[in-house]
């Protein structure tokens, strides 16, 4: 049993992807409002500039830098999103699968000063499955993954090597429209509403700020609600 369904039966958490400088903001954010959430991190492309293009507008994708990790992600958690950013759908050699996933957790483990436990599958479209679900539950030492999948509930799911989130942030409109439902429920069993996105997404539109942090202040703050990091709710 979770702990925390000891004393609640609604538990709100976020997960965020690619290590990228705009967490920082994130977090300030997260904090201001006491929420948690797990970030997930490609551990060897840490410290490296990117830049990506989202209609003709220039983004920043640079990343945290590895010293940074334990320091920026303090009070949150730190996760695994595999060495490099691949579809692991696509890496036909097992071994391969398996390096990408339990190096990554191995290197952010040492970085973040605690053994690393979960993680979230990279890459859009068909990005996990069961063939690397298994590898991942049988020769690692992660104990949750997350896909891309929003499922729009908050019930319960058995499977945590291929868990559905309920809600993408970029869909502001749905994300406040089941906030309002979650914070309305009565509920006799666990329920979860589980956020997800990148934050550098967050840069694609002047309001996005604005609108996460309208979010943050519908969510936050209820006495019958337990926030944690995906580590704090799911296991």
């Not at 925390?4 to 709100?12: D, E, I, L, R, S």
């Not at 993680?119 to 891309?148: Q, S």
């Not at 999948?149 to 869909?171: E, G």
Request: glycine share 6%; hydrophobic share 35%.
């Amino acid at each position: 049993m979770m702990e925390w369904t000891k004393n609640k039966m609604k538990a709100v958490t976020f997960s965020y992807d690619d290590g990228v400088t705009q967490d920082i903001r994130f977090i300030n954010l997260l904090n201001k409002y006491e929420l948690k959430c797990t970030f997930n991190l490609n551990s060897e492309l840490l410290g490296k500039p990117n830049m990506l293009s989202r209609d003709g507008m220039p983004i920043s994708h640079y990343k945290v830098h590895p010293r940074d990790v334990a320091k920026v992600y303090a009070g949150h958690e730190v996760a695994a999103h595999t060495l490099t950013h691949p579809n692991l759908t696509q890496i036909t050699d097992d071994s391969e699968v398996i390096r990408q996933v339990e190096q990554d957790r191995l290197n952010l483990s040492e970085m973040a000063g605690y053994e690393v436990i979960g993680m979230a599958y990279p890459c859009g479209g068909v990005n996990n499955d069961e063939r690397v679900a298994k590898l991942i539950c049988e020769n690692t030492g992660i104990k949750y993954a997350r896909t891309i999948t929003s499922s729009h509930s908050f019930s319960p799911q058995t499977n945590l090597y291929r868990f559905n989130p309920t809600v993408y942030s970029l869909h502001h409109e749905k994300m406040m429209e089941l906030g309002e439902q979650f914070i309305n429920l009565k509920p006799d069993t666990s329920q979860i509403f589980y956020i997800w996105g990148h934050t550098y997404e967050m840069d694609f539109a002047s309001d996005n700020w604005v609108k996460m942090e309208e979010f943050f202040k519908l969510i936050s703050g209820h006495d019958d609600i337990f926030y944690g990091t995906n580590k704090d709710v799911l296991l």
